[in-house]
Nanobody, 125 residues
């Protein structure tokens, strides 16, 4: 069956950096849009970033544009999220997702069929 396994979360000070990884198995990785979402306590899950097969086809939420970078290594079935200049508002559980999303749905939950278990990112001094 399909599995998405995230890693790399943790506690970081404001202004710091973290790199999340998500390794997929049980699917044809190159054929899927890979996305990152996050959910803070008491809030809905929200889109963070997505990447199509090609490295240039990336999409970002306005709140993270310029600070976060999504990338994927199709040979390793892995997608990454490099997070720089982290702020307290970035504190959340971060989820990796895979789906056949199209342009109009890749920023929405319904664009993705498979989800990881989530990894906690806490930004605090």
């Amino acid at each position: 069956q399909v599995q998405l396994v995230e890693s790399g979360g943790g506690l970081v000070q404001p202004g710091g950096s973290l790199r999340l990884s998500c390794t997929a198995s049980g699917l044809s990785f190159g054929g899927y849009v890979m996305g990152w979402f996050r959910q803070a306590p008491g809030k809905e899950r929200e889109f963070v970033a997505a990447a199509r097969r090609g490295a240039t086809n990336t999409y970002y939420a306005d709140a993270v544009k310029g600070r976060f970078t999504i990338s994927r290594d199709n040979a390793k079935n892995t997608v990454y999220l490099q997070m720089n200049s982290l702020q307290s508002e970035d504190t959340a559980v971060y989820y990796c997702a895979a789906g056949r999303a199209i342009e109009s749905t890749l920023r929405t939950l319904r664009g993705y069929n498979y989800w990881g278990q989530g990894t906690q990112v806490t930004v605090s001094s």
